[in-house]
């Protein structure tokens, strides 16, 4: 029986901490290693140390972070494992590898988000203490006192006072009467394009004859899929990609697909796969088998034979181990109680074992 894997926030612990959950198998007392691969660079393991490699490597399970040995096996990972799967772009696929006392299985890791990386710690700028206020402004000479030195006359300061009262005083009403005359232009304006309803001008007629003849509004397509079902939401994100808004319809089919559309998880596939994709219908700039297998796999899970048929097809035209080819074999047999088109597949996968081993 396949398994299926995913990594979960881990809520008892800090940010980097998560929980890794693996149905399908139980572990008992047996030593339990597992491996992580991503499908993206030249460096697609991940290492003990946190960091990418070209070298498998492989994770032991402590039983001290083992939270679950019977069906789903859960245990503790934390920020060597955690960090660099977070940090990854979100159409990176990961793929987990379980070793179980020799016996090997294999799965895509699906990330549950959110989920925090360890350094999502918010470090507060202490402030400065050594900053001085100001100082004070000196105090002018009193008047009487310059009078008394003989520094002011004391009447030309007041007639200089009245001056600049004035000057300000005239300054004020330019201001004031600039002020009005931008509102009464503000105002003409939104009367000759017909923003005010009760006093219409000259050009509200030719609009209002005009509305008749003006094209549709633009389709309004919701951002998320909050309130609908999965077929809903799935005919949603079919109307944003004929409307050309690709990465929105992508978002949408990955909710249609959670909420059980499983043709949903197909058309994801679509985008990526070598046989289907298509500039004017991917948000994808180039082919990708791998994500494509991801996708197919999400529908296969569930019984899909449209599913099982593009992984196990991509799985054996692509896939340099053994053990994927393997794993698309089953996948083409399993199809084939359903399909009948998946014999061809099948005849050349087997075809392509044989030759290699």
Known sequence: MAIKSELTNDSEREPGYGLIRIFGISTSKEKLLYSLESNQGSQPFLGGDGTWQAQQTWHQVLSEDMVSAAEPVIFRVGPKI??????????????????CNGSRQTAALKIQRPLLSSKAYAQSTPTSSTEKPPLP?????????????????????????????NYRKSLYIVLLIVLLLVLLAIGVWLWWECHIPMFQGPQCKKTNAQVTTSPPSELIIPRNCSGLDGESCLSMATKAVESGRLDMARQLMQEAGNLGATKAFIHLAHMYDPTT?????????????ETAAYWYEEAARVGDSEGMLGAGRLYCENAMDAAFRLHGADLLRKALANDPSAA???????????RKG
């Open 277 to 289: 994709w298509a500039i004017d219908k991917s948000p994808a700039e180039k082919v990708d088998w």
């Open 82 to 99: 955690v960090d660099p799967l977070v940090e990854q772009p979100q159409h990176v696929m990961c793929r987990l590898t379980v070793d």
């Open 137 to 165: 402004e000196p105090a002018g000479i009193p008047e009487m006192l310059a009078d008394e030195m003989g520094l002011v006359d004391t009447q030309d300061l007041a007639k200089e006072l009245d001056v600049n009262r």
């Open 344 to 354: 061809q597949a099948l005849k050349k996968c087997e075809e392509k074992l044989k």
